[in-house]
């Protein structure tokens, strides 16, 4: 191509300076000359169009034998053939018959747009669907035609070449072996397709040649790539001689083009996807499936009657990009960015990403910094000479020497300080410089080919499109294998009904010779391909054949016959199938660890404190980039808004010994901030700001006291007495055992009491779901709350006139698939199991919804998701006033399956057995110390799961117990789990840790 640009910008230039000029094409495809060179495209023409197109200048037309001459003496690529048939061709020259005028621009603007649309389809740029080049795919096919299996033996590299040359790829030898080569080498794949034998280089040497190395197909390839392809799953194409066929795509069971990413430069486009880790895409697009399986429930519920598939690819980006923690380079290195930038990634497919080397210390005679992990696509040659350079200009000084002990088991570059260099500040500004020195700049621009049409992809794009894809090859694979098996049944039908009828075909066979054939098509009902496989039966077959067993086939070809039918009838079927595919996947590659670290340096500083420690207010240093740790802790506030927070440390899970919990001090109106708590409280009255709203509370309602076990990474959702809702980061909050004012903390403008606090995960879930004392439940569509990280206040107002909130679930659609039920419990004992898709479609926005009726004087009290190969943990608490210890805490550990599914509204049943004539004469004597009532129900996924119960009572008491209870059935007694506690105390809170 670079000895046709002289030419092209010749041309042009003419073009340009001499106006439009006519030029002539010769029809005869022999010759070509232009103001004495020759054009000539060669090579080119299976991509510019007709083999042999030429461009003549009128003027250099002459029908002598000196210009044919000298026309054979312009070029070499001019294919002029011998002189005199040149000449014959220029005598019979007819002007008028043979030339048709052209405008130079026009003809060079479509033949060179031909040879960039062959490059841009057919060279640089990789498929969507499988995530591989023309080129790589040919490599693999090919290895494949040869059965280069991951278990067979080794061949050389430059038979495979030899084989993709001649059959399917008609270029150079070097640019094949160099993709073979890349295929196998992992520092630049993932996980590689090709495994190699011998010297495929290094990050600094290139490899061997190919008559040295052998290679043959990894089980990536073999599993993943090539797995399904025996199915008549994907179309075929011939090759470039018509000799043979070759595949338009292989039958990737995974996005290849996100795990492996891709590099590669056409005409006027560019593509660079980084790696990743497979774990996280398959986890990505699990959940993008999940979204797509359960849109229809959103759909024909109120909540959004017009949802679609596509609202996942705006609404759902942010999920399926949280699964996806960025790329991870094989290479390794350390990512800096911020969560908002990597987002903006996934969304836009444009954007870069600052990679820096990794470090490690070593103290011998000398101190030296090790380079082990460098960023993508750089030499270590070149890093050398690059801080050599530096230390050369006095950029970099403390540095003795810079060595290169890489080898086979992986990076190693040793900067090696002076002796005279020791101290801590020293050694971090050479670190400092260093890693500038190492940093690189990978451009991301997710350029890729969807159906021959180049495309600019985001995350949730290319997954779907994958998905349509990876959905019409298993429709393609269960038509062959339903095809397959009914064209079986038939034959095991027709070797049937031979059986049967085995003397009739026999005397056929001596009477009539040449009527057998239609005898078994008229009177039998035989189809041709039976038929056939009749004919086909040699004697012996016929006496071995079992009525027993051909039934027996019968059947099992019956039984696949039908599942295929029925995978085939729903697309959710499929979906179902891919997940399942997708999670043996994951369990194949869940040692594939992550090579690359990320750090968001816009991760809020986490606080430490102990509930150990004594007026501890141990804060990080907070270094830019920290990570926020998931400490488990207990919120603990009263209805004004005032909190504390308490920290869970190992101390407190090795320790079997009660804790007791200081309540938040009174509300005071100077102290805005933890390390203000410590001021002497005031009169426990309220706010000068809430006193109109307010003046009708008591202390009492205004100063009690509620718990929240909280984990780090979560958010703390606070409910306000008039439906409002404020959310805040877990992380954000200080530790303070004292307790200060959250609102004048977080600087938020609030004159109600608080309602309820629960803990809820890191992101706004699809559907938020709130029950009430009164056994109501409200149910509300995520999607439409306009929900934005920046803000702390929900878009959500709840109706709670004369309610009390008692759950509060903000789930995602994962969630429900994990758990499709709601189990719910009243405070005398009356539980229910409720299908969550009947609750989702019978739920109208403009009421609540009563999910059980209860008798007079009951409340709910507790509820959960769970599933039914879980258990329900219930949770009660009983009194006895007539004895000084007192018993409690009691459980009953049950299996969700024994309670069976009841329609809405319905009674539930009595798993605590409190009689009716008990609970009248406990309510007439106002006195509920002999009744047992539930406190709290949990499900437990796993009760050999090492976990422990957090337990709490009204006053303060803070216990934990170890989660190794044994089930029992649903009308079995409850047992004590927490005793001997005086002053007639009892628990109100617990949680599952």
Known sequence: MTHLLPCFITLLYYTLNNGVDSFIVNKFNKFSDFNNFSITYGNYGNNLGILGDTVDSVNSLKSTRNDVNSLNLVSDDAELGNSSTGVALLENYDEKESLEYLKLNDYMCSSFLKYALSIILGRALPDSRDGLKVVHRRIIWAMHMLKLDPNGQYRKCAKVVGDVLGNYHPHGDKSVYDALCRLSQDFIMKVPLIDGHGNFGSNNDPPAAMRYTECRLTNFSKTVMLNDINFNTIDYTPNFDNTNIEPMVLPCRLPNILINGSSGIAVGLATNIPPHNPAEIINATIQYIKYILYIDIIHRSHLKTDATVDDVNGDKSAEVVNEVLGPDFPTGGVIRTTREAMRKIYESGKGTVLIQSRFVFEEKLRISIVINQIPYNTRINDIIENINRNIKNNNIIGVNDVKDESDRNGTRIVVELKRNISSVIEIQEIMTKLERLTEYNYNCNFITLDQDRPIRFSLSSILKIWLNFRLEVLKRKYKHLLLKFKKNLDIINAYITVYLNINTIINSFQNHHKGVYKLLKEEFKLNDDQMKSVMRLTLRQLNQLNIENLNEKSAEYTKQIEFYENILKNDNNLYSEIISDLTELREHFKNIKRNTLIIYTDEPNSFENTIEGEGAEGNTDGKVGSVVESDDNIIIYNRLGRISKIKLDKKFYKSNKNKTLNTPNPVHTHSTSPDESQDKAETPSVKKSAKKSLNKIDETEALEVGYCSNNNSNKIMMIMKNGRIFHVNSSKLKLCKKGYDI???????????????????????????????????????????????????????????????????????????????????????????????????????????????????????????????????????????????????????????????????????????????????????????????????????NIKEKKNILLISKGGVLSKKSLHLKPGLRHHKTKRLWNNIPNNDRLIYSKLL
């Open 743 to 941: 609102f004048k903390y977080l600087g938020i403008n609030n004159d109600q009491l608080i309602e309820y606090v629960t803990s809820t995960g890191k992101n706004i879930g699809d559907i938020i779901m709130v029950g009430y004392g009164s056994g109501v439940m409200s149910v509300f569509n995520a999607k439409k709350l306009n929900f934005k990280l920046s803000k702390t206040r929900l878009n959500l107002k709840l109706n709670l006139k004369d309610k009390e909130i008692r759950f509060f679930f903000n789930c995602t659609l994962d969630h429900i698939l994990q758990n499709p039920f709601l189990f719910i419990c009243t405070k005398r004992g009356y539980c229910i199991k409720i299908n969550l898709k009947n609750i989702i479609e019978k739920f109208d926005k403009k009421k609540n919804l009563r999910l059980i009726r209860m008798y007079k004087g009951d409340e709910l009290a507790s509820s959960c998701l769970t599933n039914d190969q879980g258990h329900i943990l219930i949770l009660t608490s009983k009194g006895n006033s007539n004895h000084h210890n007192n018993c409690i805490g009691r459980y009953k550990l049950i299996n969700v399956s024994d309670i069976k599914l009841q329609r809405i509204k319905g009674k539930g049943y009595n798993i605590l057995r409190n009689k009716q004539k008990l609970i009248k004469k406990a309510e007439s004597e106002d006195s509920e110390a002999n009744l047992e009532n539930v406190v709290t129900c949990t499900n437990v996924d």
